[in-house]
């Protein structure tokens, strides 16, 4: 299914659109620019993410974990091992 497009201008530095012009075909500049727009629309959506949950996990929500994470999943492996018959 194809995904319904509509044109948008945008002015860029001569430099840019030239070095654009100079790269990607003339037929493949709008999918080059669409790609590279999600894409860093997709990274600034994380780092957002990133800043607001920062300090949300805490100490006292999760004393078992207080130690380290990695003593913690050290513990839950020990405790699921079958032992072994003798």
């Known amino acids: 299914m ?5 044109q948008a201008n945008f002015i860029l530095p001569e430099d840019l659109l030239d ?3 100079k ?13 590279a727009l999600r894409k860093e629309l997709k990274r600034l959506k994380f780092e957002k993410a990133l800043e607001t949950s ?9 004393p078992e ?9 050290r513990k839950l492996r020990r ?8």
Do not use: C
Not at 2 to 6: D, E, P, S
């Open 65 to 73: 974990l207080k130690s380290g994470t990695e003593k913690f999943i």
């Open 79 to 86: 405790s699921t091992r079958m032992e072994r018959p003798r």
């Open 54 to 62: 920062f300090g949300a996990w805490k100490d006292k929500y999760h």
């Open 19 to 21: 070095e654009l012009k």
């Open 23 to 35: 790269n990607i075909a003339k037929r493949e500049q709008s999918k080059f620019v669409t790609e």
């Open 2 to 6: 194809a995904t319904a497009t509509r």
